[in-house]
C-alpha cells in the first residue's frame, strides 16, 4: 500500500439496505485510474443489465483521481455514475461530474471513492469522518430545499464538512434532479439526483483530516506552475489574464449588463471571481446581494449565464434579477438547469405549452412564472407530473402527435441519445460532431464540443483568422501527421481523416474524466505560447507526477482510454444497445442546414465504419472483438459477455 501514490486505497460501500458498510480495495480499479473509469468498473462489476435509475439494485457511484486533492491545478472534479433515469427510451448508463471541494474532502477522510447501493426506508444522510462512518436519520431535512440542508448541517457539524444533497426535486424522483454540492456545484446530467432520492439519501456529509501522498511531489509541483503559467496570467501582470476568467461562456461577465453593472457600481451586488480547488483560471462569477433580494450563489457558468428571451423581454433586463432569480430557484429545488434551458423553455417558447397549462397566472419569463414552473415540476404538480418525467417522455408519449416526436427528434439527432443537450455540437462542429454523436450514444455526448474547444479555443484565437487557421493546421500536423483532417471539417467533408479525430476527441474527453479534470483547463493551446501551442502532454506528465504511473506517450494515454471506452461500449451493449443505435433520426438527413453543410447517409456511414475499425469494433455488428477486449486487458468482460449475458462477440 505504501507504493500506491495519489490513492487512499479504499472505497466506501454504503449498503443503505442493511445499514451495513464495507470497502473494496482501490487497487482492483487502478487499471481504470480513477473519475469515469474507475466508475465504470464498479458499474460492470457490481450491476447488471436489466436495472432502472430508481430501482434499488442501482449503484450509485462517487468516485475521485489521482489527482484528486493534490496540488494539481484543473484536476479536482467527482464523477458520479450509474444508469441514468432522464435516458430515454431506454434508461441507461451514464456518468457526470461536479466541481467544488467534496471530492478533496473525501480524499482526505480516506476514500478514494463512495458506493451506494439498495435502499433506505426512511430517509437518511450519510456522515463520513475520516474512517468514521455513520446512517443517520434525515426526518428532519427532508423535504428541504438544498440551501437550507446544507445551513442546518452546517449548524449541527461545521462549515468545513462539505456536502452533496439534493432538494425536493430528487425526492420526487423528477428525471432532471441533480445532486449539488458546495451551493451550486452539480452533478447535472442524466438525473441522479432522483437516484439519491430513490435510495432515500438525503445528503452526504464529509470531513477528512488526512492527506494525499504523491509519487513525486517537487516535480508536481513545477508542472502545476508550467501548466498555469501556460493557462493565465495573474490581474497584476502586463499581458492580459485568460479569458476564461470570470465566465465561462461570457455573457454575464459583459458590459452592459443589469446585474454586471450593479456590482460595478458597488451598490446593492457584489461580484467576484469563483472555481474549484486549485484552479488558477477562476470561470464562473460569484453573486452576492447586499439589498436581501436573495440569498447567494457559489460558482456561476457556462449555460447558468444565460438569461431566456422572454425573460429579458418582459422583465426588460439583460440577465438581470430574473435570470438570477430562476437560477437559485432550480439550485434549491435540485432541478437541473440545462434541463430547464434546453429542454423544458422551449415548449413554451415554440407554443407546445402555455402558461394556463400549468395553472400558472403569470406570462413566461416573469419571476413569477419561473418560480412556479420549477416548484410544479419538482414537486410533480398537476401537468408538472408529467413535465418531471423529460422532455422526450413529454414529447412522444404524453401529447404523441407527429409534430412533437418530429420536433423531439429534429433536438435530438440521434436514436441513441435521449436529449439536445449538446448535441448542437453535432452541427456546429460539422463532420467530427456528426460521427462523434452517433457512436457516444449520449453517453457522453459533449466530447466533441469540449476537444473542438480546446485545441482551437475561439477565446484565445480569433476564428477565422490567419493565426486560428495555422493553429488548426499546427495541430492536425501534431497529432495526425496531417492538417488535411481539420481543413475537411471545417469545409463539412466527411473524408477518411474525419474518423481518426474523432477517436483522439473521444479519447481526450475520456481522459479529462478520468482524472477529474476540467476540460478548460488543459493547457494545449496558450495565449503566452509561441503559436499558440501549449503543451500536448503535459495533462499526464502532471498525472505521472501524482500516481507514478507510467503513462509517458500518447499510446499508453491511449491504452488506458481504451479500456474505458471499451468497457462502456460492452456495459451499453449488455443493455441492448446496437449498431442501429449510432446513427441518426431520418429527419436530420433532410434537414437544409443539416444538407447544406454536407450531411450525406453514404459518407457518415463510411465515417463511422472507419471509427469502428480504428477502435477495434466490429463493422457488421457494432459489438467490440473480443480480440479487442483481450488487448486492453479485458478478457474477464469478454467472458462474461459470451457466458453471462449470451453476447456473441466478434474475434
Same mark, same amino acid.
Given at each position: 500500500?505504501?507504493?500506491?501514490?495519489?490513492?487512499?486505497?479504499?472505497?466506501?460501500?454504503?449498503?443503505?439496505?442493511?445499514?451495513?458498510?464495507?470497502?473494496?480495495?482501490?487497487?482492483?480499479?487502478?487499471?481504470?485510474?480513477?473519475?469515469?473509469?474507475?466508475?465504470?468498473?464498479?458499474?460492470?462489476?457490481?450491476?447488471?443489465?436489466?436495472?432502472?435509475?430508481?430501482?434499488?439494485?442501482?449503484?450509485?457511484?462517487?468516485?475521485?483521481?489521482?489527482?484528486?486533492?493534490?496540488?494539481?491545478?484543473?484536476?479536482?472534479? /467527482?464523477?458520479?455514475?450509474?444508469?441514468?433515469?432522464?435516458?430515454?427510451?431506454?434508461?441507461?448508463?451514464?456518468?457526470?461530474?461536479?466541481?467544488?471541494?467534496?471530492?478533496?474532502? *473525501?480524499?482526505?477522510?480516506?476514500?478514494?471513492?463512495?458506493?451506494?447501493?439498495?435502499?433506505?426506508?426512511?430517509?437518511?444522510?450519510?456522515?463520513?469522518?475520516?474512517?468514521?462512518?455513520?446512517?443517520?436519520?434525515?426526518?428532519?431535512?427532508?423535504?428541504?430545499?438544498?440551501?437550507?440542508?446544507?445551513?442546518? *448541517?452546517?449548524?449541527?457539524?461545521?462549515?468545513?464538512?462539505?456536502?452533496?444533497?439534493?432538494?425536493?426535486?430528487?425526492?420526487?424522483?423528477?428525471?432532471?434532479?441533480?445532486?449539488?454540492?458546495?451551493?451550486?456545484?452539480?452533478?447535472?446530467?442524466?438525473?441522479?439526483?432522483?437516484?439519491?432520492?430513490?435510495?432515500?439519501?438525503?445528503?452526504?456529509?464529509?470531513?477528512?483530516?488526512?492527506?494525499?501522498?504523491?509519487?513525486?511531489?517537487?516535480?508536481?509541483?513545477?508542472?502545476?506552475?508550467?501548466?498555469?503559467? *501556460?493557462?493565465?496570467?495573474?490581474?497584476?501582470?502586463?499581458?492580459?489574464?485568460?479569458?476564461?476568467?470570470?465566465?465561462?461562456?461570457?455573457?454575464?461577465?459583459?458590459?452592459?449588463?443589469?446585474?454586471?453593472?450593479?456590482?460595478?457600481?458597488?451598490?446593492?451586488?457584489?461580484?467576484?471571481?469563483?472555481?474549484?480547488?486549485?484552479?488558477?483560471?477562476?470561470?464562473?462569477?460569484?453573486?452576492?446581494?447586499?439589498?436581501?433580494?436573495?440569498?447567494? /450563489?457559489?460558482?456561476?457558468?457556462?449555460?447558468?449565464?444565460?438569461?431566456?428571451?422572454?425573460?429579458?423581454?418582459?422583465?426588460?433586463?439583460?440577465?438581470?434579477?430574473?435570470?438570477?432569480?430562476?437560477?437559485?430557484?432550480?439550485?434549491?429545488?435540485?432541478?437541473?438547469?440545462?434541463?430547464?434551458?434546453?429542454?423544458?423553455?422551449?415548449?413554451?417558447?415554440?407554443?407546445?405549452?402555455?402558461?394556463? !397549462?400549468?395553472?400558472?397566472? %403569470?406570462?413566461?419569463?416573469?419571476?413569477?412564472?419561473?418560480?412556479?414552473?420549477?416548484?410544479?415540476?419538482?414537486?410533480?404538480?398537476?401537468?408538472?407530473?408529467?413535465?418531471?418525467?423529460?422532455?422526450?417522455?413529454?414529447?412522444?408519449?404524453?401529447?404523441?402527435?407527429?409534430?412533437?416526436?418530429?420536433?423531439?427528434?429534429?433536438?435530438?439527432?440521434?436514436?441513441?441519445?435521449?436529449?439536445?443537450?449538446?448535441?448542437?455540437?453535432?452541427?456546429?462542429?460539422?463532420?467530427?460532431?456528426?460521427?462523434?454523436?452517433?457512436?457516444?450514444?449520449?453517453?457522453?455526448?459533449?466530447?466533441?464540443?469540449?476537444?473542438?474547444?480546446?485545441?482551437?479555443?475561439?477565446?484565445?484565437?480569433?476564428?477565422?483568422?490567419?493565426?486560428?487557421?495555422?493553429?488548426?493546421?499546427?495541430?492536425?500536423?501534431?497529432?495526425?501527421?496531417?492538417?488535411?483532417?481539420?481543413?475537411?471539417?471545417?469545409?463539412?467533408?466527411?473524408?477518411?481523416?474525419?474518423?481518426?479525430?474523432?477517436?483522439?476527441?473521444?479519447?481526450?474527453?475520456?481522459?479529462?474524466?478520468?482524472?477529474?479534470?476540467?476540460?478548460?483547463?488543459?493547457?494545449?493551446?496558450?495565449?503566452?505560447? !509561441?503559436?499558440?501551442?501549449?503543451?500536448?502532454?503535459?495533462?499526464?506528465?502532471?498525472?505521472?507526477?501524482?500516481?507514478?504511473?507510467?503513462?509517458?506517450? !500518447?499510446?499508453?494515454?491511449?491504452?488506458?482510454?481504451?479500456?474505458?471506452?471499451?468497457?462502456?461500449?460492452?456495459?451499453?451493449?449488455?443493455?441492448?444497445?446496437?449498431?442501429?443505435?449510432?446513427?441518426?433520426?431520418?429527419?436530420?438527413?433532410?434537414?437544409?442546414?443539416?444538407?447544406?453543410?454536407?450531411?450525406?447517409?453514404?459518407?457518415?456511414?463510411? %465515417?463511422?465504419?472507419?471509427?469502428?475499425?480504428?477502435?477495434?469494433?466490429?463493422?457488421?455488428?457494432?459489438?467490440?472483438?473480443?480480440?479487442? *477486449?483481450?488487448?486492453?486487458?479485458?478478457?474477464?468482460?469478454?467472458?462474461?459477455?459470451?457466458?453471462?449475458?449470451?453476447?456473441?462477440?466478434?474475434?
Amino acid at each position: 500500500m505504501a507504493d500506491l501514490y495519489g490513492y487512499t486505497g479504499k472505497i466506501l460501500v454504503v449498503d443503505l439496505t442493511s445499514g451495513e458498510t464495507s470497502t473494496l480495495d482501490t487497487t482492483n480499479y487502478t487499471d481504470f485510474i480513477g473519475g469515469r473509469g474507475m466508475g465504470a468498473k464498479l458499474h460492470w462489476d457490481l450491476v447488471g443489465p436489466d436495472v432502472k435509475g430508481t430501482d434499488p439494485e442501482n449503484v450509485l457511484a462517487f468516485t475521485t483521481s489521482p489527482t484528486t486533492g493534490t496540488p494539481c491545478p484543473g484536476g479536482q472534479k /467527482t464523477c458520479v455514475t450509474g444508469v441514468a433515469p432522464h435516458m430515454y427510451p431506454v434508461e441507461t448508463y451514464l456518468k457526470s461530474v461536479f466541481g467544488g471541494m467534496w471530492g478533496p474532502e *473525501l480524499k482526505y477522510a480516506g476514500w478514494d471513492g463512495v458506493v451506494l447501493k439498495g435502499a433506505s426506508a426512511t430517509p437518511v444522510y450519510i456522515l463520513i469522518q475520516d474512517d468514521r462512518v455513520e446512517i443517520r436519520d434525515a426526518d428532519d431535512l427532508w423535504g428541504l430545499d438544498t440551501q437550507s440542508t446544507e445551513r442546518m *448541517l452546517w449548524d449541527r457539524f461545521d462549515d468545513k464538512h462539505r456536502i452533496v444533497t439534493i432538494g425536493p426535486a430528487g425526492e420526487n424522483l423528477v428525471s432532471d434532479a441533480v445532486i449539488l454540492s458546495d451551493d451550486s456545484n452539480t452533478a447535472g446530467k442524466g438525473g441522479f439526483g432522483a437516484v439519491m432520492g430513490s435510495k432515500k439519501v438525503k445528503a452526504i456529509v464529509v470531513r477528512g483530516t488526512g492527506e494525499v501522498t504523491m509519487a513525486r511531489p517537487e516535480e508536481l509541483l513545477e508542472l502545476a506552475y508550467e501548466s498555469q503559467r *501556460l493557462i493565465t496570467r495573474k490581474e497584476t501582470e502586463a499581458q492580459p489574464s485568460h479569458p476564461y476568467r470570470g465566465s465561462l461562456f461570457g455573457p454575464l461577465s459583459t458590459e452592459g449588463n443589469d446585474i454586471w453593472k450593479e456590482g460595478q457600481e458597488g451598490k446593492n451586488v457584489r461580484t467576484g471571481l469563483a472555481g474549484c480547488m486549485m484552479c488558477p483560471i477562476a470561470c464562473g462569477m460569484s453573486i452576492k446581494f447586499k439589498d436581501g433580494y436573495s440569498e447567494s /450563489t457559489g460558482h456561476i457558468m457556462c449555460v447558468e449565464c444565460n438569461a431566456e428571451p422572454e425573460e429579458m423581454v418582459v422583465e426588460n433586463e439583460n440577465w438581470g434579477r430574473a435570470a438570477f432569480s430562476r437560477l437559485k430557484e432550480m439550485d434549491k429545488m435540485g432541478y437541473s438547469v440545462w434541463s430547464m434551458h434546453l429542454d423544458i423553455w422551449p415548449l413554451f417558447t415554440y407554443g407546445v405549452l402555455k402558461p394556463e !397549462d400549468l395553472e400558472i397566472d %403569470a406570462p413566461v419569463g416573469s419571476k413569477k412564472f419561473s418560480k412556479e414552473l420549477v416548484r410544479k415540476i419538482s414537486m410533480r404538480e398537476g401537468l408538472g407530473d408529467e413535465l418531471a418525467k423529460g422532455r422526450a417522455h413529454f414529447l412522444n408519449e404524453f401529447i404523441g402527435t407527429d409534430q412533437t416526436k418530429l420536433m423531439y427528434q429534429m433536438q435530438a439527432v440521434t436514436s441513441g441519445q435521449s436529449r439536445l443537450t449538446y448535441n448542437y455540437g453535432a452541427n456546429f462542429y460539422g463532420p467530427i460532431g456528426w460521427v462523434g454523436c452517433c457512436v457516444s450514444r449520449g453517453r457522453d455526448n459533449d466530447q466533441t464540443w469540449a476537444f473542438s474547444n480546446t485545441i482551437t479555443d475561439p477565446r484565445v484565437v480569433a476564428p477565422g483568422s490567419k493565426a486560428y487557421m495555422q493553429l488548426q493546421q499546427d495541430i492536425g500536423n501534431m497529432l495526425w501527421d496531417t492538417d488535411q483532417g481539420a481543413i475537411d471539417n471545417a469545409n463539412r467533408v466527411v473524408s477518411d481523416k474525419i474518423a481518426p479525430m474523432a477517436y483522439t476527441a473521444h479519447n481526450f474527453k475520456c481522459w479529462v474524466d478520468t482524472v477529474g479534470s476540467c476540460s478548460q483547463f488543459m493547457p494545449h493551446i496558450s495565449m503566452y505560447s !509561441d503559436n499558440y501551442m501549449g503543451k500536448w502532454d503535459i495533462r499526464r506528465q502532471l498525472v505521472s507526477a501524482v500516481s507514478g504511473l507510467d503513462i509517458d506517450s !500518447d499510446e499508453k494515454e491511449n491504452e488506458y482510454c481504451d479500456r474505458i471506452w471499451m468497457l462502456e461500449r460492452c456495459i451499453g451493449a449488455r443493455q441492448g444497445q446496437t449498431k442501429e443505435d449510432d446513427w441518426m433520426y431520418d429527419c436530420i438527413f433532410e434537414d437544409p442546414s443539416y444538407k447544406d453543410w454536407g450531411l450525406t447517409r453514404e459518407g457518415l456511414r463510411s %465515417a463511422i465504419d472507419q471509427y469502428y475499425e480504428i477502435r477495434g469494433i466490429d463493422v457488421e455488428t457494432g459489438l467490440p472483438r473480443r480480440s479487442t *477486449l483481450e488487448r486492453l486487458g479485458l478478457k474477464d468482460v469478454a467472458d462474461r459477455m459470451e457466458g453471462e449475458y449470451g453476447i456473441a462477440l466478434p474475434a
